[in-house]
């Protein structure tokens, strides 16, 4: 399975945007990228995925560079409600194989 | 639309008994994972079946873990003779029939949590 990097901690402001950055060099034409977050004592939750052009949902954006080398998760306006750890996964194949990696743990201020 | 439900939310088991572990998928989601969660540690996959079918069960440990998804009812993940290392938090996730490799969603139930004691 494909390898992805992520900082392991960030921060943010409430109200404010908040860019999750994940990088994924080896990643192959047929890889999907996709995010799930997992809030405290909580299952994890899917977020937004894609595959080359930018995705947007209610949750988030998903912007992924031209030679998709890496991506972007981009929160608008962070609510406390979004502290979580967000994960950065490639998928491929027929199921959903998860691999989760360490992932970014995103704590929200007020 | 009911979410993935899982059953029982918190389960206790002494050494050695048996864990039954239950996930109902989100209707009309034929295919289910488990993942297991150990303290402090991250998400790891067990195990995928399909209705009767055991697709991918790379991620199950080789002795006591089994799991199914009958043609009727939950899908069970069974952990026999228990001990305290299987404490964990064990995840369900359905999602339907993939449109297209990797372009599908999963939704994820809220845990079973089981503790050895």
């Known amino acids: 399975d494909a390898k992805t990097t992520q900082p392991n901690s960030m921060e943010s402001n409430e109200e404010e945007p908040v860019h999750l950055p994940c990088n994924h060099s080896t990643i192959s034409g047929t890889d999907y990228i996709h995010w799930y977050r997992q809030l405290p004592s909580q299952g994890p939750e899917y977020v937004i995925h894609?595959?080359?052009s930018n995705v947007n949902n209610r949750m988030a954006s998903l912007a992924i560079a031209e030679d998709r080398k890496s991506s972007t998760l981009i929160l608008h306006r962070a609510t406390l409600r979004d502290a979580a750890v967000y994960y950065c996964i490639l998928l491929t194949g027929g199921y959903n194989k998860l691999i989760f990696g360490a992932g970014t743990r995103l704590a929200v201020h007020p | 639309n009911a979410g993935v439900m899982q059953n029982p939310r918190h389960l206790v088991r002494r050494r050695g008994q048996e864990a039954r572990l239950r996930c109902s998928p989100m209707k009309g989601h034929s295919h289910v994972y488990w993942y297991r969660q150990l303290p402090e540690e991250g998400l790891k996959f067990m195990v995928y079946l399909q209705k009767e079918n055991i697709i991918d069960e790379s991620g199950m440990p080789k002795e006591r873990f089994s799991a199914e998804f009958p043609k009727e009812g939950p899908s069970i993940l069974r952990i026999q003779q228990v001990v305290r290392g299987d404490s964990a938090a064990y995840f369900c996730?359905?999602?339907?029939?993939?449109?297209?490799?990797?372009?599908?969603?999963?939704?994820f139930g809220q845990g079973t949590r089981l503790t050895v004691v």
């Open positions: 996730a359905s999602s339907p029939r993939a449109k297209q490799g990797g372009n599908t969603e999963a939704f």
């Open positions: 894609g595959l080359t």
